[in-house]
């Protein structure tokens, strides 16, 4: 019997085994109709039945009403961090947008959307702060919900709800009412925890996800926005990005990533088989808690988020020393466990526990866990 092997990679990531063994059994030629899914025209029936359903069950996953769109797009959540603004931020006559920075990815959708009008700061945790007798660094805590400083005027609200490098999650939405900026609909970059969890979008604006995280390969990012918002794009959006024209075309404006939109249906339908997203959020919180309670049993494995959004996706931890971190990735590797290397703007270890990792992967991990402090500790 070969090594099984574990896939801890922040992305493009794991995805469902079932998923992939089916894709391969049809790679050749979908469902008796001759060709693959690659080889058909994106204005077919047949690839017209695989958008439409994808884009049905995601619709279904997540309750989300006809009065959003739901679009499979291009260019990656970094491409999104200047498609929201184009499309967006001229919604109000202020043409400026709120942004809350959380980690590295929302500094760079905050960077990316003043290049498109004012992008202004309404809480950063950029700073060592005291939270309940505990110093956490920069990047490693989140400013209270209640003390996000919104401007009524303001287009949107944005902000990262799972920074993947930092492994911080915002479970929780913002009372925009309390805010005093009842108003302004909330931006989510969600890529890297979309459908971990129930995500009640009905209480947002817009919703984006690349896919290569959660939901499917890379290539293809998953677009939900609120109708009523459409229809300011800046003057000079192209024309592909226009979210007014991808919606009135279900996605199929022009080609799109269709192979990639045919692997995130599937994901979706075994997603809808598996009893939706309550029912992969039990998996989701079963598998981070084992792991974050084998990382605080002892000092020799640190995580350093405030508890309250440990990310329950993307689990770094760090080690007492580099040689010791080189010697968990060398170790780790030889045992099966893969791409458990943190990101290089942290370092340490970084383990992605995404929908498709079964809770053996990461009582695998753990025990490996154990038997290297034994050893080394
Ligand atoms: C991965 C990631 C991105 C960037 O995605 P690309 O596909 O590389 O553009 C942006 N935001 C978050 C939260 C991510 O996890």
Known sequence: MGTQFWNFSAGPAVLPKPVLEQAAAEMLDWRGCGMSVMEMSHRGAEFTQICDEAEDDLRTLLGISDDYAVMFMQGGATAENAIVPMNLIARNASNSADYVLTGSWSVKSHKEASRYGTARVAAAADTERQIDGVSYNPWCWVPPLDSWRVQADASYLHYCSNETIGGV??????????????????????????????????????????AQKNAGPAGVTMVIVRRDMLGHALPYTPTAFDYVNVAKERSRFNTPPSYGIYICGLVFKWLLQLGGLAEIEKHNLAKSQ?????????????????????????VPFTLASDTLTSQFLKESAQHGLLALKGHKSVGGVRASIYNAMPMEGVTTLIDFMKEFERKHG
């Open 169 to 210: 999650e915002i479970a929780q939405m913002p009372d925009m009412q309390a805010l005093g900026a009842p108003d302004v609909p909330l931006v989510l970059d969600a890529s890297s925890h979309f459908l971990s969890r129930p995500l009640d979008v009905s209480k947002t604006g817009m919703v984006y996800a690349g």
């Open 290 to 314: 084992a792991l974050y309670a084998q990382i605080d049993s002892s000092d020799f494995y640190t995580n350093p988020i405030q508890p309250a959004f440990r990310s329950r996706m993307n």
